[in-house]
């Protein structure tokens, strides 16, 4: 088998055992909780009053055949990795009778819309301005990098609370958390396009900024290291040109960065999440919280699972451009990398 | 050697920032001895000169509760720090001076955990264990952090345990206890020291998040606790900012401040990282 080949086996492979690794945690660790979780749930209901006695004995009952309470663990494992690669992750607890896969479908987009465009971009931007501080040194340095650290250190939820006290509060210039005004409902209407943006704006800057930070840190200690390579003394003496050896640099400085980028997504997913509870953004974030807040199992496990399906995807995209792009695992006459 | 850290400008910012703040948190809960969980006047009461950063949501005294919850995040930065350096670094000697089968399996656990999303098991871990005391949530973060240094450290022992030094000691019949305690770890502690100080930071930051998400340590405030309530409490929507703005701005400080300690530790020890 040619090199590369051999590279993306041996990574499906480990992809292969963490997805099992977390379908394994995402079945048993709900199932740690002292007592049975429907007794808690209907209990809380019944509080809530509301339904009569019957009612919530039809409820519990329906409980107990819906998370299959009634079976042996294996048995409910077995279920469980059926109607999951069925794609059915069950029933909402909190909000029955809709399917977890409603909510979660409904929470998707808006998750989406926020993620993919700041992980691209902000590795894009970030990227670039780490070489600039690491090439033109001096004050551009020490002011991208102090700027980087600072974006970069700062949590997420907290430069979202930072963005959103100046701008929707202080400075009354964006709305205040949502992704839609109340008045409007989703359409593909300008109108509600321009409402639906002027909603996107601070959560989207607010994650930019974070990745922008962290890659720009790593970019530019890569490509000081690199600048101090014994090639690029050797290629200066040979009299290449300097826009030339740049480029070289760069090219070799961007080798970890893609390593790094598939390493981040993971964080930048977890952090992304809590930015929206933030903004109270309609996304898998906020489905996450009320679940917790409501003991929602079915429907934390399905955005867990959800996180872990993508999270693991994307990273196993990464390794194959960094599969494409290394030389080293690209050519068959690599040195068995 | 201490002398010269302190003529590295970062250094000196980052450790004043950090000395200020591991001092308040140890002092400032002893100078008021009142109970920061009870009520001091209305809803989102403003500054004034008895209640410095006026009230939370449910009226208790923000100033207290910042005094008393900076000490808890800190706890539980620590804890998470301490469990999650001990861990990676256990697993990462072992894995690389004894190299081989076990090797190959600690290694390949360490990457499964680093490829699950770290913020996945945090929730799970949280969400089955329902009574979570803040050493327990400090042990949850640290269980779910310790990969990153495990690798970091490994790499490091398998490249020390080429040296003279190691193979004299094992001719001279140390055992492989005595010789990573005494041949490799001593060679490596700048790397566990740095290692140490972003989970540290990294344990903070876990609590606020976990605490947003609603699944911060139960029965005690903390900054994460004190930034959830007040989101919950719409403080930013009311304008009453000073009972967001602290905790945010606090962990912030905490975060930066160790990162910029950490990058200063480093520019220190890897001398290859300073500009030529």
Redesign the interface.
């Known amino acids: 088998m040619n090199p590369f080949g051999r590279y993306l086996l041996n990574k499906l492979f ?2 292969l ?2 997805f099992v ?2 379908m394994a ?2 079945f048993f ?6 007592g049975n979780p429907v007794d808690a749930i209907v209990s809380q209901m019944a509080q809530g009053g509301g339904a009569s006695g019957e009612a919530m004995q039809r409820v519990y009952d329906t409980y107990i055949v819906e998370f299959g309470l009634d079976k042996s663990p294996l048995e409910q494992f077995i279920s469980y990795l059926g109607n999951l690669f069925r794609g059915d992750l069950g029933t909402s607890l909190g909000n029955y009778p809709t399917s977890v896969n409603s909510l979660i479908g409904a929470a998707l987009p808006w998750t989406l819309a926020l993620q993919l465009p700041t992980i691209l971009l902000g590795w894009i931007l970030g990227n670039i301005l780490g070489a600039l501080a690491a090439y033109k ?1 001096g004050w551009v340095d020490r002011g991208a990098f102090l700027g980087s ?2 974006f ?4 997420y ?3 979202a ?2 963005l ?2 100046t701008f ?3 400075l009354p210039w964006f709305p ?2 949502g992704a839609y005004g109340f008045a409007s409902s989703p359409s593909w209407t300008w109108g509600f396009i321009a409402d639906a943006f002027r909603h996107y704006l601070l959560p989207f800057l607010s994650l930019l900024l974070v990745v922008i930070g962290g890659q720009a840190i790593g970019m530019r ?1 890569m490509a ?2 690199e600048l ?1 390579a014994d090639y690029v003394g050797y290629e200066r003496s040979l009299g290449l040109r300097e826009p030339r050896i740049v480029r070289g640099i760069f090219r070799n400085a961007m080798l970890p960065q893609i390593t790094g980028l598939a ?1 981040s997504i ?2 930048l ?3 992304a ?2 930015t929206e ?2 903004f109270s953004y309609p996304g898998l974030g906020t489905v ?2 009320d679940a ?2 409501q003991n929602d ?1 079915p429907v ?1 496990q399905g955005v ?1 699972m959800l ?2 399906v993508a ?2 995807a994307a ?1 196993f995209l990464v390794d194959l451009t960094y599969g494409l792009i290394d030389p080293r695992i690209r050519t068959a006459h690599g040195a068995g990398a | 050697m201490i002398r010269s850290l302190f003529g590295n400008g970062r250094f000196r910012l980052s450790f004043s920032l950090i000395a200020l703040i591991v001092v308040t948190a140890l002092v400032g809960p002893r100078l008021d001895d009142r109970n920061p969980l009870f009520a001091v006047g209305g809803r989102y009461d403003e500054p004034s000169s008895q209640i410095w950063l006026g009230t939370d949501a449910i009226g208790n005294d923000v100033f207290l509760q910042l005094m008393h919850g900076l000490g808890t995040s800190l706890y539980i930065g620590l804890v998470a720090g301490v469990v999650a350096t001990l861990i990676g670094v256990a697993i990462g000697t072992l894995s690389g001076y004894i190299g081989g089968l076990l090797d190959e399996i600690l290694m ?1 656990f360490t ?11 945090l ?3 949280s ?4 009574n979570r005391s803040t050493l327990l949530l400090g042990v949850i973060i640290g269980v779910t952090s310790w990969p990153w240094t495990a690798r970091a450290v490994r790499a490091q022992t398998s490249s020390l345990k080429t040296r003279e030094h190691v193979d004299v000691a094992k001719l001279s019949g140390a055992g492989t206890f005595g010789v990573i305690m005494r041949e490799i770890l001593p060679y490596m502690m700048s790397y566990v020291v740095m290692a140490f100080v972003l989970q540290l ?1 990294s344990g903070v ?1 876990n609590e ?2 976990l605490s ?4 911060g340590p139960s029965q005690s405030i903390s900054l994460g606790k004190m ?1 959830q309530s007040a ?1 919950q409490g719409e403080a ?2 009311t ?1 009453a ?1 000073w009972a ?2 602290p905790q ?2 606090l ?2 400080v905490i ?2 401040s ?3 300690l950490q ?1 200063s530790l480093d520019e220190f020890f890897n001398p ?2 300073r ?2």
């Open positions: 480990w992809y055992l963490a690794a977390a945690l995402n660790l709900p199932r740690l909780i002292p040194g650290l600072a970069s250190s700062i949590p939820y907290g430069l609370i930072l959103l006290y929707a509060v202080a205040t958390g200690s000081i290291y101090g390493l993971g964080a997913a977890g952090g999440l809590i509870i933030v996450l919280f917790i807040r199992y934390i867990t996180i872990t999270v693991l990273n | 390949g990457n499964i955990l680093i490829t699950v999303p770290t913020i996945v098991i929730v799970l871990l969400v089955a264990l329902q930071s930051l606020a998040g947003l998400l609603g699944l930034l989101l930013l929507r304008g900012y967001i703005l945010t701005i962990l912030s975060a930066f160790l990162l910029l990058s290859r990282l500009r030529r």
